[in-house]
């Protein structure tokens, strides 16, 4: 990552100290990007390029513990939201369970009264009715948790890498 300036990786309007403050949301969008294009076990190395006159600053310095620190709120926060989600799974799938069970007793009522299409067409609404309540709980198993788990690793594989910060490398210069 090349930066002009070392405050550019900061989200401006934040007032906390360097280490606590918000990254800019297109450096973090950034470097997300980047990790997500590799697969997870593949080791990563954050370098952030700086104008020599920048490295040496007090700014430079803590940006490495910044962007760890950043990751590890939004890692934390992915695992909570994740927690939270399946908390809502669980809920979601008693109440579809007890609703389900209900339209099935609900439906042997209705289909024990009498013969005919509107007993039928009820019976089977009933029935349709209860497996429509399962579908949020099995839309949380089956499809909604994963992206958010994905996330919460890629966050936690960004707050573990190595990060660095180098001067511009700028082309005809010697290396020193």
């Not at 300036?5 to 980047?34: C, G, H, Q, T, W």
């Amino acid at each position: 990552m090349k930066l002009s300036e070392a405050r550019r990786l900061f989200n401006s309007l934040d007032p906390a100290p360097f280490i606590e403050k918000d990254l800019d949301s297109d450096a973090e969008s950034y470097i997300v990007d980047m990790v997500q294009d590799f697969p997870l076990s593949t080791p990563l190395k954050l370098l952030i390029h700086l104008p020599e006159s920048e490295c040496g600053s007090e700014l430079a310095a803590s940006m490495p513990e910044a962007v760890r620190n950043y990751f590890a709120y939004l890692a934390h926060h992915a695992d909570m939201k994740l927690r939270f989600m399946l908390l809502q799974g669980r809920t979601s799938l008693l109440i579809g369970l007890l609703f389900l069970f209900a339209c099935i007793a609900a439906r042997e009522v209705v289909l024990t009264l009498g013969e005919g299409l509107l007993h039928d067409m009820i019976g089977e609404g009933l029935l349709i009715c209860g497996w429509v309540a399962m579908w949020r709980p099995i839309q949380i198993y089956l499809y909604d948790w994963w992206p958010i788990r994905r996330m919460n690793l890629i966050y936690q594989k960004i707050r573990l890498m190595p990060i660095e910060v180098s001067p511009i490398q700028v082309p005809g210069s010697s290396v020193r």
